[in-house]
């Protein structure tokens, strides 16, 4: 018999899992934040523990600040804006959240952050709707109040290119999951704009000789660069010689093998290895288990598709997951 672990608030736009999945934090149509605990992990229930008013506007994306920088979450609100949020105690009061950082020198609106840990700092990366990129580096690991805007490019492969009227509606972010001493900072990053140039997913990375991001790849092939981007994920790699990549557009799921060592040129190598028929609708999530084997999708079907291949390189659905009734 299905157990239903927690009840949602009425309204709830948005949710996301921290690192050990023993806390949820929920994002609500009236600006208000829910954080929602596990009291006993043995039974998998969940209750609400805190709640915050963030913003007047309704929140639309949540995000956990990793683990080692504190219990801190990100919201983004219907307005575009983006606000840091930390769960502190201060005297002898309970715990309580409270706003850190609120981002008001972005102009345009936020779409989508992501953090990432270089080998210095924590970063940050928002993409907005203008099409704009912003890189930002926190200044001291104890106090999340302080950041530094490091970087700011627009998502282009000929970075003399310049888009003053794009309109993006979305925008997704993938950082690269590994830390390794060899290789710097990357991620990934699509639009959903009127700019095709911006849409295509583009793998960046920190140059360190040069102390800037460059393009080292693009995820698209010749005849699918204006295609609108609605997911993309990065796989934890154990050992491949290569990376893994996925990438949601209107014409499926798209995993990509991204090369490990640069070109004279020094881009990356991408080869497209396979195209998943999808949800047959609009894809709005995607993940990875800690394997980087297995691709979990989730569209406007309702539905959780699991994605796996087999010895010989093919993908497949492995299973499908539909709520109950």
């Not at 491949?240 to 014409?251: D, G, K, S």
């Not at 396979?274 to 979990?296: F, N, Q, R």
């Amino acid at each position: 018999m299905d157990k239903s672990i927690l009840i949602l608030d009425k309204g709830t736009r948005c949710t996301a899992w921290n690192y050990s999945g023993q806390r949820l934090v929920a994002g609500l149509d009236d600006g208000t934040v829910v954080i929602y605990d596990s009291t006993d992990p043995a039974s998998s229930t969940f209750i609400s523990t805190s709640r915050f008013k963030a913003r007047e506007s309704s929140i639309t994306k949540v995000f956990w600040v990793p683990p080692e920088y504190g219990d801190a979450v990100a919201c983004i609100s219907d307005d575009g804006k983006l606000s840091l949020w930390e769960e502190v105690t201060e005297d002898t009061e309970e715990h309580h959240w409270k706003m850190r950082k609120c981002f008001d020198g972005i102009t345009s609106q936020v779409l989508d952050v992501q953090f990432g840990d270089g080998q210095t700092c924590l970063k940050l990366v928002a993409a907005c709707s203008d099409g704009q990129v912003k890189i930002y580096e926190l200044l001291d690991t104890l106090e999340l109040e302080k950041w530094q805007l490091q970087a700011e490019f627009q998502n282009v492969i000929d970075l003399v290119s310049k888009f003053g009227n794009a309109t993006c509606v979305s925008a997704t972010i993938s950082w690269n999951p590994q830390r390794s001493e060899g290789r710097q900072s990357s991620f990934v990053l699509g639009y959903s704009s009127n700019t095709p140039a911006l849409n295509s997913p583009k793998v960046w990375e920190f140059d360190l000789d040069h102390q800037r991001w460059l393009p080292v790849a693009e995820l698209s092939l010749p005849d699918d660069q204006v295609d609108e981007v609605y997911a993309v994920s990065w796989a934890p790699n154990i050992g491949r010689p290569y990376e893994l990549i996925a990438v949601a557009t209107q014409q499926g799921i798209s995993i990509w093998h991204l090369g490990s060592n640069p070109e004279p040129d020094g881009r990356l190598s991408t080869q497209n290895v396979a195209m998943l028929s999808s949800h047959d609708s609009e894809v709005w999530e995607m993940e990875w288990d800690m394997s980087g084997m297995t691709l979990a999708t989730t569209g406007s079907d309702c539905v959780v598709r699991l994605w796996q291949s087999n010895l010989n390189g093919v993908w497949h659905e492995q299973a499908v997951l539909a709520p109950a009734g």
